[in-house]
């Protein structure tokens, strides 16, 4: 049976796509007799197939070396396109996260959405959401990839609009697809290009084609960037990050899936391509630069949003960030533990505030309070999640910093710095948010908050435990994935050796710091104009969103005046000049018409004469030229 199992892995992600086509009788509203729910029971019970038959693999692959599947999808001459899976603990252990953290969120959905009628639209499109996930887990094809996330960004752009009504959602579903797009474009550029100088688009093959072929420093530098471009756009990081603070008018559970998985998934496609991006010492810089940039920047944005989804989804960017300065380090292995770690905490902190959204139908942080004796479960899930991102003993976050700076990797003092920040300043904003939340005075909305019910509260509370469960697996990650950095300086004894104690003291000063800011009414618009430049300047994201109206769409809106301009005065003009002089010759010739036949007859016999004695004497050419000038 197991071999069966085995042998039938490419099945995990036919189970969602065969929940997903089974409710569409009750998603497009030809059911209506029954309610939406035995939707949403299909899903579930396809997610709970799907998930044990990974943890089984799983369980089976652990101990076994990776090994690849190919199926010989087209073959067309010389043309062989291929679709490559990958047998490995990583891929299903990806995998099992996937189907593991889309049960919870289904079943949470249950109670979230228990009032939509549309409902069964919804898990149709966690089915075909879960679907692409799961590909993307198990794929070793880099051309699948791309398919999958671009059916992976489809099905984001569709769960963002799901309320489609309201004409925010409309902007903000929009917004998120076009911008992705940026990304994408470029990457199918790499991909033509990769597959044009490589032996072919699997993953398993990119490492052995680096060491056995030489690239000049341009091209490799150009392909390796146009390759990060896609990832940049999948995991929000500078200067495409806006896509994802916008996609949280999009129903909640889905903002789960989002901020944990969805963003993983464009991080795990860059892992993959890690041998091809840090081939130039350009691109692997430009992967730390971007890092860098978005983990600082998304961190301050962070903690002056007082919707309470949108602080959450700065983080995200956040975190997602360090992933990439781990993989610009070709330390792929820290971008695996990251990825792990930050989407299990991730997706815990976004069903607690799921819960206070529910219950309170706000999500302004600055109308909430008092909660913490209302609603237990949630208070304790959105402090077990929290604490799960920030370096502190003994949860997930604490033990993956520390494996960082084991000795084991070259780190430097700015990475370590970086990472100090970040840590600061999640920590500040998520202190802030659980204090003012939770421990503040009650509010009018939150006076009579009740518990969430007993849908949304039991997949919170079992993925709060499996948080604490699975906070050593950092710790425990025996498999060494990562390449000798060519980047990375010579080790630094005193990092190494006052990292971890820094790291932690840099998580209490900002619990500290975070437990005394008071956030106010009056703050949201401060009367001091310099606080007021800082709060707008961090609230509105470094105006990044202007950048765009000031050079991208303003490029773009001038180009489209131009070309409007010469298709109405250069070609049409053109046409019309025609048109009109055409009408004009043949108001001019109506004139010469006689009605006599003859002087028709003698007129042709003139023609045809003049046009023979130009052939016989050699000056057939004379008319040829003359044709060829009009025409």
Not at 245 to 250: L, Q
Not at 552 to 576: E, F, M, Q
Request: aromatic share 12%; charged share 10%; proline share 4%.
């Amino acid at each position: 049976m197991t071999d069966f199992l085995l042998e039938n892995f490419w099945f995990i992600p036919i189970y969602s796509l065969i929940g997903a086509l089974i409710t569409l009788p009750w998603s497009l509203g030809i059911v209506r007799q029954t309610g939406p729910r035995p939707a949403a029971y299909i899903n579930i019970l396809m997610t709970i197939v799907g998930f044990i038959h990974s943890s089984i693999i799983f369980h089976l692959t652990w101990s076994r070396p990776a090994r690849q599947l190919v199926f010989h999808w087209l073959q067309v001459a010389d043309l062989d396109l291929t679709l490559s899976f990958e047998l490995s603990p990583v891929s299903f252990g990806g995998l099992e996260v996937v189907t593991g953290i889309s049960l919870l969120v289904q079943l949470y959905a249950l109670g979230y959405l228990e009032k939509d009628w549309s409902l069964a639209r919804f898990f149709a499109l966690m089915g075909f959401f879960e679907a692409a996930l799961a590909g993307i887990a198990m794929s070793d094809s880099l051309l699948l990839s791309y398919c999958l996330l671009e059916a992976l960004t489809l099905s984001t752009y569709l769960l963002v609009g799901f309320w489609y009504a309201q004409p925010l959602v409309v902007t903000a579903a929009r917004d998120a697809f076009l911008t992705k797009r940026v990304g994408d474009i470029v990457l199918l550029m790499g991909i033509v290009a990769l597959s044009n100088y490589g032996e072919g688009l699997n993953f398993s093959q990119l490492e052995t084609w680096v060491r056995g072929n030489q690239l000049a420093p341009s091209v490799a530098a150009l392909l390796g960037l146009s390759l990060i471009a896609g990832p940049i756009g999948k995991c929000a990081q500078f200067p495409l990050n806006l896509w994802l603070d916008e996609a949280m008018e999009g129903p909640n559970p889905a903002g789960i899936m989002r901020n944990s998985i969805v963003v993983s998934a464009g991080a795990y496609v860059l892992i993959k391509l890690e041998p091809v991006t840090t081939l130039s010492p350009v691109s692997a810089y430009g992967l730390i630069i971007v890092g860098a940039i978005t983990a600082i920047g998304t961190s301050l944005m962070a903690i002056a949003q007082i919707d309470i989804k949108r602080a959450l989804s700065h983080s995200t960017s956040a975190y997602m960030g360090l992933v990439f300065i781990a993989v610009g380090l070709r330390q792929v292995d820290i971008a695996f533990l990251l990825l792990f770690s930050h989407a299990i905490a991730k997706a815990l902190l976004f069903m607690s505030a799921g819960s206070v959204i529910l219950t309170t139908n706000n999500q302004n942080v600055t109308e909430m309070g008092g909660l913490w004796s209302r609603m237990p479960a949630t208070s304790l899930s959105f402090l077990v999640g929290a604490a799960g991102l920030i370096a502190l003993s003994p949860l997930g976050m604490f033990w993956t910093y520390h494996r960082w700076f084991s000795g084991a990797w070259d780190v430097d003092w700015w990475l370590l710095l970086i990472i100090m920040f970040v840590n600061v300043f999640s920590a500040i904003n998520l202190t802030r948010l659980f204090r003012v939340i939770f421990l503040g005075p009650p509010q009018v909305k939150t006076r009579r908050a009740p518990e969430v019910p007993w849908q949304m509260s039991v997949p919170m509370v079992s993925l709060m435990i499996v948080t604490l469960i699975t906070a050593f697996a950092p710790a425990q990650w025996s498999l060494w994935l990562s390449p000798n950095t060519p980047l990375a300086l010579e080790r630094p004894e005193l990092v190494i050796q006052y990292a971890t104690p820094l790291l932690i003291a840099s998580g209490a000063l900002g619990c500290i710091i975070g437990s005394t800011i008071k956030v106010r009414k009056a703050w949201s618009r401060s009367s001091n104009l310099t606080l007021r430049f800082f709060q707008d300047l961090l609230a509105y994201d470094f105006y990044i969103d202007k950048l765009y109206e000031l050079t991208v769409i303003a490029a773009v809106s001038n180009l489209a005046k131009l070309t409007s301009w010469i298709d109405r005065y250069i070609v049409d003009g053109a046409v019309n000049f025609v048109s009109l002089a055409t009408i004009f010759s043949s108001n001019a010739l109506k004139y010469n018409t006689s009605g006599q036949s003859q002087f028709y007859l003698a007129t042709i016999i003139i023609g045809v004469g003049l046009l023979l004695w130009s052939m016989i004497n050699g000056q057939w050419s004379l008319v040829t030229n003359y044709w060829s000038s009009i025409m």
